[in-house]
């Protein structure tokens, strides 16, 4: 398909270039508008109390003290909510055999982590409803736990949920060619064991929902911090047995969500049943505490590893056996099985090679469910895959970079299909390699290791490369049954001054997506970025579409904008022609005025062509076209997922004395198809590869063998701040993908997935020569040094 955007010169020539988010000026000026920055007449608060047990059986509520705490007007039990709101079930049908119990609003009579909410207090503050909360007696029978991912299902283990009748919630495997046969015949065979540790998405503003149910219109709206207000939507009409056409879901400022704000939680829909019952606004802002409680965790795997390889350092074949456990239920409607079944797709991705054969095992837990978090699947599949290709290059003696060379796709082998079975239209991974290679000067890198070991400093370089999904097309969930949307849409409008308002499907987190779809539509009709207005988060307003997730906003979005830009553009050119007496492929429309195509000769401003079409109508030709609105949808069709790639290096140097880790440089380079704002992108890698070593080196959700958690706050989980960080050089190669006119695929997740695996591999490099090894993240300064064996105990 030809595009005209590697012409830097054409007219209206955004796409491609940094410009500045429209949002900004705002937001800085601390103008934004967040969840809890609305008040609503008659509106209250709800608290909730979470049971304290990993595992008990609800006896017994008595509310006496709390209704009689000032300000506290009600509290609802499992049961109460119950009556108005149907319980949900998070599995999927394409996930084959994957099970969850139903999962109440509230729990009615067992709670099954310790953060589950057993009841709900409102009152007409928060501070009411938080005392209320604490003098809520609840009565427990403690029940036994499961806790152990490893042992949950042996016979010994309790079974969770007894009409499940085992703790397996899900188990994939995938059998390409004769694994056995090849490692039983390969030259060199490497296997690892690898941990990642359990963590979750600290998104600076917390989960947030406020709603208000209308008795006299029939109409419920949320105002809600999430990334997909449609599903939203859909989930709360069915539940709450309302037309979808009464509720409507408003998503304005959101704080960040990284996956933490794509899910369904109890607590949220519980105070969307509350709204219908008391009929009045109900607001919930979870604390900082009840996020590291309740927000989903994800990441905790346990996973053993084979890889078999000649003797030129050829891959033959890999054997994967992951390990995972999601909580007491499998979160709805995305479910929690998709982060292993990831795991499984894409362990072995960048390689060429033939045999492969991987497993995942997902368990239930009395522990926070567990679902998807920024680049699902992503960081476990690399760490794995490139922990053991460097593996494999040090016992033959080969660079970690040769060894790449010799095994990555090669650039023109596309389309290709992978022997997990996916299918890759187009990628870079040589070109991306030897790009990385340049910019972190890799020789000169080596000879500064030498040198600084000559000095007793133990350095590393570590290399990752990988691949990402995005732009899902319905795939990914429709054919399992769930009512997410795998398109987008856009409206553009040319109001009587000539400005362009674009309403759009896909959702401003924080990320930039109103200055992606600006320029994106700046360009497609003609007009400066500054005279387009994005809306977006509204499901009254705004076409129907997915929403933000899976690095499918321009990808899917964009493209939807770009068509329905140019739609307009054409209307608008036709309108002009008839009005200027000429053809309208004679015309154009530049920096906001439609003139000669030939020669650029100005011939009418926008908004004199809007003031006749909305104001005199009657001097245009009978039967002229003049809707000056249009819109369109798009969603993939080709490949049921758009695969971008990259290769992240990173720079470490290891103080084998107490352990520590110090980043000291950290490069990416990436390749999302099309940039539409090279600056938007740069910051989505800079964002994703900081989440990426914070895995790596300090994010860890601790617990005890009874399932409480251990590390619920700021204090003791640790998070990457501005000065652990290093510098991160990003650079791009641009493979646009075919499937769309815009040609661009997704960003927002390439950083997460490759950065942890290269810290891993940069301080295995530094280690390596002192016999050390780690291969459990994070890689604490007590791992370090039982890597290097001066910890035993």
């Not at 994800?298 to 078999?308: C, L, P, Q, T, Y």
Request: net charge negative; aromatic share 6%; proline share 6%.
């Amino acid at each position: 398909m030809n595009s005209p955007f590697g012409n830097p010169n054409r007219p209206n020539s955004y796409i491609g270039k940094t410009v500045p988010r429209p949002n900004a000026k705002r937001l800085v000026q601390g103008r934004g508008q967040y969840v809890d920055d609305m008040v609503l007449p008659r509106m209250v608060h709800v608290v909730f109390v979470r049971c304290p047990h990993a595992h008990a059986k609800i006896t017994g509520i008595d509310a006496t003290g709390a209704l009689a705490v000032k300000g506290v007007l009600r509290v609802f039990t499992g049961a109460d909510i119950a009556a108005v709101c149907t319980p949900w079930v998070g599995t999927l049908a394409h996930l084959k055999g994957l099970k969850s119990p139903p999962e109440h609003a509230i729990a009615t009579d067992r709670a099954c982590w310790v953060g589950e909410p057993v009841a709900a207090v409102v009152a007409t503050s928060r501070a009411a409803a938080e005392d209320g909360a604490a003098l809520v007696d609840v009565d427990y029978e403690t029940l036994a736990e499961v806790t152990d991912m490893m042992t949950a299902l042996d016979q010994a283990t309790p079974v969770l949920h007894p009409e499940m009748g085992d703790n397996l919630a899900f188990q994939r495997r995938h059998d390409e060619g004769d694994v056995d046969a090849v490692f039983a015949a390969a030259h060199t065979v490497v296997e690892a064991h690898f941990q990642t540790g359990r963590h979750t998405g600290v998104t600076l503003e917390p989960r947030s929902i406020l709603v208000d149910w209308n008795p006299g219109e029939g109409q419920m709206i949320a105002w809600h911090a999430t990334q997909a207000p449609h599903m939203i939507q859909v989930v709360l009409a069915q539940h709450l047995d309302l037309p979808e056409s009464r509720v409507r879901v408003v998503c304005g400022d959101v704080g960040g969500s990284y996956g933490i704000k794509v899910h369904i939680y109890p607590d949220e829909i519980a105070t969307a049943a509350i709204a219908k019952i008391m009929a009045r606004p109900v607001k919930f802002i979870a604390d900082r505490l009840e996020s590291f409680t309740t927000d989903i965790h994800a990441r905790d795997h346990e996973i053993w590893g084979r890889i078999a390889v000649d003797k030129d350092g050829k891959i033959l074949a890999f054997d994967i056996d992951d390990w995972t456990a999601i909580g007491a239920y499998s979160v709805y409607p995305r479910t929690s099985a998709i982060e292993g079944n990831q795991v499984v797709n894409l362990c072995g991705g960048p390689y060429d090679f033939k045999d492969y054969r991987a497993k995942t095992t997902v368990v239930f837990q009395n522990k926070t469910p567990t679902s998807q978090y920024r680049a699902v699947g992503h960081p476990i599949a690399v760490t794995v895959t490139e922990g053991l290709v460097d593996m494999a290059a040090a016992k033959l003696g080969l660079d970690p970079v040769e060894i790449r060379r010799r095994n990555l796709f090669a650039d023109d082998a596309y389309p290709v299909v992978s022997p997990a079975k996916l299918r890759f239209e187009g990628l870079s991974h040589h070109a991306s390699l030897d790009k990385l290679i340049a910019l972190m000067d890799y020789d000169a890198l080596r000879a500064d290791q030498a040198d600084a070991k000559s000095r007793g400093v133990v350095r590393g370089i570590g290399i990752a490369s990988f691949i990402e999904l995005t732009n899902p097309s319905p795939f990914m969930y429709g054919i399992g049954g769930a009512r997410i949307s795998a398109q987008d849409g856009c409206t553009v409008r040319m109001d009587p001054d000539g400005s362009i308002v674009a309403a759009s499907s896909v959702t401003e987190q924080g990320q930039g997506t109103e200055a992606m779809l600006s320029q994106i539509v700046a360009e497609g009709v003609g007009v400066l970025p500054s005279e387009v207005r994005i809306i977006t988060g509204d499901t009254q307003s705004t076409p129907y579409g997915g929403g933000t997730w899976a690095s499918r906003g321009a990808g899917i979005g964009g493209e939807a904008a770009l068509q329905a830009a140019r739609a307009l553009r054409g209307a608008i050119l036709e309108v002009a022609g008839a009005m200027l007496q000429c053809a309208p492929d004679t015309l154009d429309i530049r920096d906001g005025a439609v003139v000669d195509k030939a020669d650029g000769a100005d011939r009418m401003p926008l908004g004199e062509l809007g003031r006749i079409v909305y104001f005199r109508g009657d001097t245009l030709p009978k039967g002229l076209p003049r809707e000056l609105v249009q819109t369109r949808h798009y969603t993939p069709a080709d490949y049921p997922f758009a695969f971008t790639n990259g290769v992240q290096a990173s720079y470490v140097e290891v103080d084998t004395d107490t352990g520590a880790v110090k980043l000291l440089n950290h490069w990416c380079v990436e390749d999302c198809g099309r940039v539409i704002n090279p600056q938007l992108v740069d910051e989505q890698i800079r964002g994703g590869i900081v989440q990426g070593l914070g895995a790596a080196l300090f994010e860890e959700l601790h617990y005890d063998a009874e399932g409480q958690l251990l590390n619920g706050s700021m204090a003791d989980y640790l998070v990457p701040m501005a000065g652990e960080m290093p510098d991160m050089i990003i650079a791009h190669i641009e493979t646009p993908t075919l499937e769309s006119d815009l040609g661009a695929k997704g960003a927002g997740e390439a950083g997460t997935a490759g950065a942890a695996a290269a810290v891993m591999n940069a301080i295995n490099d530094a280690l390596r020569p002192l016999g050390g090894e780690v291969t459990a993240m994070p890689f604490t300064p007590e791992r370090v040094l039982r890597g290097l064996g001066k910890l035993t105990d």
